[in-house]
Structure formats: structure tokens, C-alpha cells
């Protein structure tokens, strides 16, 4: 069979394959990708509030950093000395746990604009098309459908499209058909929990993304305090390097000189190999210490995601810093503070939140015990025969409106599902008391210890004032022959200790403070990553309920 293919035929032809190229092809996926972006940020942008910390580093590592976020050729420096916020900078931007928080983040608020798509005009296009061939006969076949649906608020569900039947019309045929049929569908629960259930899945969406905000700022509290935490202990190790050099160089001295008088008789040879005992103990610790020094640092390069075999070093004058600061209390009585934990804590606001979603879930579950009834109304309409498919028979289409119900007969699972929301209830319940108890204990403990650090810093200073007098004094009770070799050599072992320990109750005290803060829910991250002191108070926080 030859046909005879009209201009018009031709054009449709053209419009029904640009149309189906152009749909397919209407966005490519990196606009895609940017319009995911866009609408995940400007979601979590409005969810989040002032005091859950800065509204910067948050971006995952794929998408546009936002002004505030914090970029790695800014904070590296060239000559590899990194001070305290050029690392935890560098970690915000390249920690792996980090990221993987930040794409949590970035999932959770996706997953609500599919929620919300449901309770949008949801368009929708199809277009399809064939050949067919038997004995008799062969043509081609071609149809589409364009609509929409939405879910209201009301749980009314509405579809609404039209359908077009192209028929034979591509191929000239004389017996070409182009009709269309307009159809329409609304459902609207009048009696039952199908209108609530609408609405929960989309309240449970939208405080999930609230929570996991809430969630990834706490984890930023913590992160930061990890890696401070970590870059001190590398610089008290290294303190604890040059304290254990300094002790091997004063030993070494010792030795020099105690062989000298050995020589000339003024010593027994017994303290001579005291002497040099104690000075390869002090080699042997010196280079334990460097050792110790060097795989803590490889594995912070670890944490900051640095190349193991990256040259770098950390500034000792951060740890000097904390030496001119000393120790400093906060001034909050421990009831005040459990108090503001308990208002101010993010893990603990989810906890707390959680119970009111247990308690809406159950009215939501009671409904569905009762009739379940719904109005359904259908509407079908056909076009004019055989060619005019814009010309709707209003006058001759099918419409139907009903009740559709559901008689509270059989309700076994929905009394399942019913007591299955009560004891959840109440298992959420009793784990917001045991978390709410648990952060006073945090509190608490935050507190004891923060006052334990600060007495054992005092201790460790005296011990170290008294340890230089020691080692000060011994030489001239030495020469008096008032004092040994042994007291020579463990009182420059004395000083060594109490050095160490004297760092090491410092970077404690330090510690203390911030998970003191932490705990207390008084720490804010900065958007240089660093951080502040939120304000301090027991009023309640004021979050907005979804």
C-alpha cells in the first residue's frame, strides 16, 4: 500500500515528534540537579532558626557553596602551619562524617518535596503510537493524554485530564478517526481518618526535616569540639616531645660532667652508670615521644581528610594561648543550668516533639475505627465523531455522584494498629523522660567535672612550681654533698612529669568547658566553623510547630 501523505498530515506528523523529543528532552540533568538545589536549600533556609547556630557549611559537596560556607583555598595555608581555626575550617569542608551529615540533611529535606509535590497540580503527558499489519490491511495508530491530579488539604483527591485517540488520521486514510474524551475524578473523605491521614504524611515530612536540622546542628557542636580536642592533644603531645628533649639534654649534660669527675676521682663510678642509665631511659622516652607525635598528627590529617604523607605542623602558639587564659569558671549555678539544658538542648526538642507526634498519630487512628465514608463524583466526555475532537459533547457525557462507605464490620487491624499507637505513645513517653534525665545527669557531670579540671590544673601548677625549685636546689645541695645523684636525676624526672601533666589538666580544663557549653546547650557554630557562647537563660525555646 502506497500513501498519499497530506501537508497537513505531514505537519502533524512533525508537531507529534518534536512534541515527544522536546518533552523527553526539556531539561537536561544538571538543571535538574539545580532545581533540586534550589528547592532543598530554600526549604531548610526557612526551617531554620537563629539559635540552632550559623546558616553556613551546610551545602553538600556537589552543590553551589552559599556565601558564608567556608572554602578550602581560603583556610589552606602555603607555608603548612595550620592554626586552630584554619583546621577545624578545613575539616568542616573536608571531613567525611561531616559530609555524610550534610547529605543527610540534604535528603531529608528532598524526601519533603516529594511530599509536597502531592499537594501541588501534578501535570502530567503521555503520547503513544504503533504500526499495525495483517492480510487485509495495515495503518498507524497514535494517541496521547495530558492532565493533572492533586491532593487538597482536605484530602480530596482530584484527577482531571483529556484523552486523544488520533486514529488512522497520521496516514490519510478516509477512515480516519480524531477524537478526545475529557474525564474527571474528585474523591473527598466526609467521615473516617482519610482526610487527617492526608494531612499527617505531610506534617510527619515536614517536622522529619525540622528534626534532622535540629540533628545536624547538634552533630556541628560535637564535631567541632572533636576536632579542638584533637588538635590540642597533638600539641600537647608535642609539648610532651620537647619536655622529654629537654629532660634527654639535661641528662646528657649530667652525664658529661659526672665522667668528667669520675676521671679525676671526685666520683664513684656507681653514679656515673646511675647517671647514664636515667640518660638512655630519657633517649628512649624522647623517642617514644616523637613517635606518639607523629601518628597522633598523621591521624588528625586523617580527620581533616588530608593526605597522610601532607606536610603540616600545628601552631604552638594556640596552646600558649590557652597558657596566658588559664582557667575561667562559668559562673552558672547547676540548677540553672539543668534548666536551660532542658529548654535549650537540640536532641532533646526532637525527643520532646516526637511525643507530640505519637499523640496526633493516635487521633489519627481512632478516626479510622469509626464508617469510613467518601464522596466520589465522575465526570466522562466525549468529542464529536469522526474529526472534530474539540468539540466536546457536554449535552451527551456520563456523570456520576456517590457515597462510598465502609461499615465499621470487621476493624481488626485498624484495633491493632490503634493499640499498636497507644503503646508507641507511651514507649515515646517514657523514652523522652529517660533522654530529658539523662541530659540533667550530662549537666551535671559537665559540671562536676569542669570544677575537677580546674582543681587538678592548680594542683599541676604547684606541682610544677615546686618541681623547678627541686631541680633548682638540687645542684647546690649536690655540691654541698647534701644531695645524690639519684635525687639530681628524679627531680629533673619530677619536673618532667609535672610539665606533662601540667598540659595535659589544661587541654582537659579546656575540654570541659566546651562540652560543658555543649551539654548545657549553650554552643553556637560560627560560620568560620569556629565557636561562640549562645545566650544563657532557661526560657523555653520558641520552635515552630508543623
Not at 526549604?43 to 552559599?66: C, H, M
Request: hydrophobic share 40%; with cysteine.
Amino acid at each position: 500500500m502506497v500513501w498519499r501523505l497530506r501537508p497537513r498530515v505531514v505537519a502533524l506528523w512533525a508537531l507529534f515528534v518534536c512534541v515527544f523529543i522536546g518533552l523527553g528532552g526539556s531539561c537536561s540533568p544538571e538543571r535538574y540537579k539545580a532545581q533540586a538545589d534550589a528547592e532543598v536549600y530554600k526549604i531548610i533556609d526557612s526551617k531554620w532558626q537563629e539559635d540552632f547556630g550559623s546558616r553556613a557549611n551546610y551545602t553538600v559537596s556537589d552543590a553551589r557553596p552559599l556565601p558564608n560556607d567556608i572554602r578550602i583555598g581560603d583556610v589552606m595555608p602555603q607555608s603548612g602551619m595550620l592554626t586552630l581555626a584554619q583546621a577545624v575550617a578545613i575539616a568542616t569542608v573536608q571531613n567525611r562524617d561531616y559530609q555524610g551529615q550534610k547529605e543527610q540533611l540534604y535528603l531529608s529535606a528532598l524526601d519533603l518535596t516529594a511530599v509536597r509535590h502531592d499537594f501541588a497540580q501534578n501535570w502530567f503527558a503521555t503520547v503513544d503510537a504503533g504500526y499495525g499489519r495483517d492480510a487485509a490491511d495495515e495503518g498507524v495508530d497514535a494517541g496521547g493524554d495530558i492532565g493533572f491530579d492533586q491532593l487538597l488539604s482536605t484530602g480530596a483527591g482530584v484527577t482531571t485530564g483529556i484523552a486523544l485517540d488520533w486514529g488512522r488520521f497520521l496516514t490519510g486514510d478516509p477512515r480516519t478517526t480524531l477524537g478526545s474524551i475529557l474525564y474527571a475524578r474528585i474523591s473527598q473523605p466526609l467521615l473516617g481518618a482519610g482526610r487527617k491521614v492526608a494531612l499527617e504524611n505531610l506534617t510527619l515530612a515536614e517536622r522529619r526535616t525540622l528534626y534532622q536540622i535540629r540533628s545536624f546542628n547538634w552533630y556541628r557542636q560535637d564535631f567541632v569540639i572533636q576536632i579542638i580536642e584533637q588538635y590540642y592533644r597533638v600539641l600537647q603531645q608535642a609539648d610532651s616531645l620537647a619536655n622529654a628533649k629537654s629532660s634527654y639534654e639535661s641528662k646528657q649534660k649530667l652525664l658529661e660532667r659526672l665522667e668528667m669527675e669520675a676521671k679525676e676521682g671526685r666520683t664513684a663510678r656507681f653514679q656515673v652508670d646511675q647517671a647514664e642509665q636515667s640518660t638512655l631511659s630519657a633517649w628512649d622516652g624522647y623517642v617514644r615521644a616523637e613517635q606518639n607525635y607523629k601518628q597522633l598528627l598523621d591521624r588528625f590529617k586523617i580527620e581533616l581528610s588530608l593526605p597522610v604523607s601532607a606536610e603540616i605542623t600545628l601552631d604552638p602558639n594556640e596552646l600558649q594561648a590557652l597558657v596566658d587564659i588559664g582557667i575561667s569558671q562559668p559562673n552558672y549555678p547547676p540548677v540553672a543550668a539543668v534548666e536551660t539544658a532542658l529548654a535549650n538542648r537540640l536532641d532533646l526538642a526532637n525527643s520532646r516533639d516526637q511525643v507530640e507526634d505519637a499523640e496526633r498519630w493516635v487521633k489519627v487512628v481512632v478516626d479510622d475505627l469509626g464508617i469510613q465514608l467518601e464522596l466520589v463524583a465522575d465526570a466522562s466526555v466525549d468529542s464529536t465523531e469522526p474529526t472534530e475532537y474539540r468539540r466536546l459533547q457536554f449535552h451527551n457525557g456520563t456523570y456520576t455522584l456517590g457515597l462510598e462507605g465502609d461499615l465499621p464490620i470487621d476493624r481488626k487491624d485498624q484495633r491493632n494498629t490503634y493499640r499498636e499507637a497507644l503503646i508507641s505513645l507511651q514507649q515515646r513517653r517514657r523514652q523522652y523522660d529517660e533522654e530529658a534525665a539523662t541530659v540533667e545527669l550530662e549537666v551535671r557531670d559537665a559540671y562536676r567535672r569542669l570544677l575537677e579540671e580546674a582543681e587538678s590544673y592548680k594542683t599541676q601548677k604547684l606541682g610544677v612550681e615546686l618541681a623547678e625549685k627541686r631541680v633548682a636546689v638540687n645542684p647546690l645541695l649536690w655540691e654541698a654533698q647534701r644531695a645524690t645523684t639519684r635525687d639530681l636525676l628524679e627531680a629533673q624526672d619530677a619536673l618532667q612529669r609535672a610539665k606533662n601533666s601540667l598540659t595535659s589538666a589544661l587541654v582537659n580544663h579546656t575540654m570541659a568547658k566546651l562540652a560543658f557549653f555543649r551539654d548545657v546547650g549553650l554552643l553556637r557554630v560560627r560560620p568560620d566553623g569556629m565557636w561562640e557562647q549562645g545566650e544563657y537563660g532557661p526560657a523555653a525555646r520558641a520552635d515552630a510547630k508543623e
